[in-house]
């Protein structure tokens, strides 16, 4: 059965720091990696990686895709408080298009 | 552009009453996915529509029917409701069958079966 974990679970930083997250995913057929931020609603997207593309930069986010070991990790550099959410990962891996989440990291960003 | 639209946004039941949760998308998607997020559990798949005319059980279909209309409409039913799906349920799409693509969320249905 595909299995997604994330971790750490929660997660507190000052403002200026920089955090890392990560998720790890265990598939029979590996398709593509989401990112996604959830504040107090529907989660919001942040990035797809896919075999063709590994690497992806959005300010100060960026994401990596590590085919061989199974492993995205997420960066936030200088955290604001405005980062504070919960951050999901979630993997198309089995071939039949369905998206399993991991239980996200909770992130809190102290001013 | 409405996106990703999920009716109603609350809705209190008491155990053992039905209820649909209706979902739909004007984004031409082919996929589309009920979850359920509990606290400390992230979202959990319950059922998906990779296309139009195909349902499969997603990670806990217990509980829940679903029936995919159209190419725009998913909806998501329970017959008999109990206390354990109190939860906030979501609607997601996606055109993944053509090329991978990102799962675009309604804002989510609260639902308290008492």
């Known amino acids: 059965e595909d299995k997604v974990v994330q971790s750490p679970l929660s997660l507190v930083v000052h403002e200026g720091d920089t955090v890392t997250l990560n998720c790890s995913y265990e598939v029979t057929n590996f398709r593509s990696l989401l990112w996604y931020k959830q504040e107090k609603k529907a989660p919001t997207f942040l990035f797809m990686l896919t075999s063709s593309g590994i690497e992806k930069k959005s300010g100060r986010l960026s994401s990596i895709l590590d085919k061989k070991e199974l492993f995205s990790i997420l960066n936030i550099t200088a955290t604001q408080t405005g980062d504070s959410a919960v951050y999901l990962c979630a993997v198309d891996g089995s071939g039949t298009y369905k998206y399993i989440f991991g239980t996200g990291t909770r992130l809190k960003v102290l001013a | 552009n409405a996106g990703v639209t999920q009716t109603p946004k609350f809705q209190v039941l008491k155990t053992g009453q039905s209820m649909t949760l209706q979902c739909a998308q004007d984004?031409?998607?082919?996929?589309m996915y009920w979850y359920r997020q509990d606290p400390g559990m992230g979202l959990r798949l319950i059922y998906y529509?990779?296309?139009?005319?195909?349902?499969d059980k997603g990670e806990v279909p217990n509980g829940y029917n679903v029936s995919r209309l159209n190419k725009r409409e998913f909806s998501l039913r329970l017959e008999s409701a109990a206390p354990s799906q109190t939860s906030v349920y979501f609607c997601?799409?996606?055109?993944?069958?053509?090329?991978?693509?990102?799962?675009?969320f309604g804002e989510g249905s609260r639902l308290t079966v008492l």
């Open positions: 984004m031409n998607h082919n996929s």
């Open positions: 997601a799409s996606s055109e993944v069958v053509v090329r991978a693509g990102e799962l675009f």
């Open positions: 529509s990779a296309s139009e005319g195909t349902t």
